[in-house]
């Protein structure tokens, strides 16, 4: 029976029933099909702890803040820490700055490290833990308490082992409680970390020296493996004409003495030598200390200058007076300085050779010098073994080194990477027949991942707005580089109901590959891939 219209002619077949959308499978005439494919946000690329930073983010956003710390500690452990001294190359680099201003990332990581200082429960935790290996803990003594050396014992120890840390000083912490002013990272913060590891299990020991108070080979004899993360913490003082005085140090050890209470004040007019992050801090700490002038010395320009920039303005915040381009030749005095000459360099990159300008020397009266000049990594005192680039002893002993020890001087999150990565080689060792699950600890990325450049986000859709004071509002202004986020816009924009479920999964039987969801993606997530015939 044929369906007629309101005049009594009758209709086209088309007209005549209605088909369901879900019959219509559009799916058929594909020939390109939308893939989800995570990839690498900028912001973790320029990451030294190559921190999933999106991932987290995205957690903060909705106030999950015991999910933004799951997320966050398989990559970094200590985000209290690293929220207030971290420099935060992820913000130099985050896509959101070129639409306004970049997240504020640091303080995010900072807040997460808090909440979990704030909701830790001492007695609810029990001691250790035996992720990889139920049987007998096998036992790893670290040579070093600073952020390597920690860095590694969280990890081994959430991965099943007993872990002993040896630290020379009366204090635990190393580079953390002696080498970074207070100002920077206040030192309840620090121990409230200290506290969480021991509370976990980490048993850590002061005052003992590996290869004085206690040998390596005993220590080798007593442990499966040892990891030495001795830091980079003596200072490299060169040969200066007239340097047999006493009013000379390295930063190292001025900062190392003002932290342990044996400067307890500074006087004078103070000289540093140096352009790196510990010749500004021993400058701005000389001057917090009392010093009536201080005087940073850099041999280059400011362009030049190793210090990070918040370090130097923070210096020149306290009363710190920069010369640039200026090399020390003398010191002048006898038992008691009193003064120093400098001469005058041409302008030059780091790596060049310094061009001294004839007839330029000058003199700065001077009551203490400080050199930090370079730093000597802790391994020279084992001068018996020698480590590959990845810190293992290349002797084939259970033995590796991680953190500045190994690399030089760096930052906190360098070290606490080589720490994270120290933990997965020893793992490799203590359990040969099992395969470590990742679960709790990261891997390295391989440098092959592909990275979400700006031209692969579709900043259109958000307001251009500054940074928020909450943050959950302020998570809510990334873009989610790289990752789903759950978003909806893949839903919100495609024309054919192809995109369903709370995953808003791409529903393949009715996506006709038009690849407006990929243009419309936030993210860029979401990419075309070629599919062979037969559409779906």
Not at 114 to 130: I, M
Not at 221 to 239: D, R, T, W
Not at 415 to 424: M, N, P, T, V, W
Request: contains cysteine.
């Amino acid at each position: 029976m044929r369906t007629l219209d309101k005049d009594g002619y009758a209709l086209p077949p088309v007209y005549q029933e209605t088909v369901p959308t879900t019959e219509n499978k559009t799916g058929l005439w594909r020939f390109l099909t939308p893939i989800r494919r995570e990839k690498i946000s900028p912001c973790r690329k320029s990451c030294p702890l190559e921190n999933n930073i999106p991932r987290w983010i995205n957690e903060v956003k909705e106030g999950n803040w015991g999910k933004a710390w799951s997320v966050m500690k398989k990559y970094n452990p200590f985000p209290a820490i690293t929220g207030h001294v971290c420099y935060r190359f992820c913000e130099d680099e985050c896509s959101r700055g070129f639409l306004d201003e970049a997240v504020h990332i640091g303080e995010m990581e900072k807040k997460i490290g808090l909440w979990r200082h704030r909701n830790y429960k001492f007695s609810e935790t029990k001691p250790g833990n035996a992720e990889a290996n139920e049987g007998k803990k096998p036992e790893v003594a670290i040579a070093g308490s600073g952020p390597a050396g920690l860095s590694c014992a969280y990890y081994l120890n959430v991965l099943g082992a007993k872990v002993t840390i040896l630290e020379k000083m009366s204090q635990a912490g190393g580079l953390l409680a002696t080498g970074i002013p207070e100002y920077r990272l206040p030192r309840d913060i620090l121990q409230k970390e200290l506290d969480i590891l021991q509370s976990e299990g980490i048993i850590i020991k002061t005052g003992l020296k590996v290869g004085k108070d206690i040998t390596l080979n005993d220590l080798r004899k007593n442990y499966a493996a040892v990891l030495l993360a001795v830091g980079a913490q003596e200072s490299k003082l060169p040969q200066i004409a007239g340097d047999a005085v006493s009013e000379v140090a390295g930063a190292v050890e001025f900062l190392r003495d003002i932290h342990l209470n044996k400067i307890k004040k500074v006087q004078g007019q103070i000289v540093v030598i140096g352009g790196g992050n510990a010749a500004v801090d021993a400058a701005c700490m000389a001057k917090l200390q009392g010093a009536d002038k201080v005087t940073l010395l850099y041999r280059r320009t400011r362009e030049e200058m190793p210090a990070h920039s918040d370090e130097v303005n923070a210096a020149r915040e306290a009363g710190v007076d920069f010369v640039f381009c200026a090399v020390l030749q003398e010191i002048i005095g006898g038992e008691k300085i009193q003064k120093i000459r400098a001469c005058r360099a041409a302008p030059s990159r780091r790596g060049e050779r310094l061009q001294i300008l004839a007839e330029t020397a000058f003199d700065l009266d001077c009551d203490f010098l400080i050199m930090a000049v370079g730093q000597e990594s802790g391994l020279s005192r084992f001068s018996s073994l020698s480590f590959s680039a990845d810190g293992i002893a290349e002797n084939g002993a259970a033995v590796f080194a991680a953190g500045d020890a190994l690399s030089g001087p760096a930052t906190v999150a360098d070290a606490i990477f080589s720490g994270r990565k120290a933990a997965l080689l020893l793992a490799g060792i203590l359990w040969p027949e099992k395969n470590i699950s990742n679960l709790s600890v990261a891997s390295s990325l391989n440098g092959n991942e592909p990275i979400v450049e700006l031209e692969h986000l579709n900043p259109r859709l958000f307001l251009r707005q500054g940074r928020f004071n909450t943050a959950e509002d302020e998570a809510g202004r990334c873009f989610g580089c790289g990752i789903c986020n759950n978003c909806g816009v893949c839903w919100a924009f495609c024309p054919d109901l192809a995109v369903g479920g709370s995953d808003f999964e791409i529903l393949l039987d009715y996506c006709k590959g038009c690849g407006i969801c990929v243009r419309e993606c936030p993210t860029g997530v979401l990419e075309m891939e070629e599919v062979s015939s037969g559409g779906a």
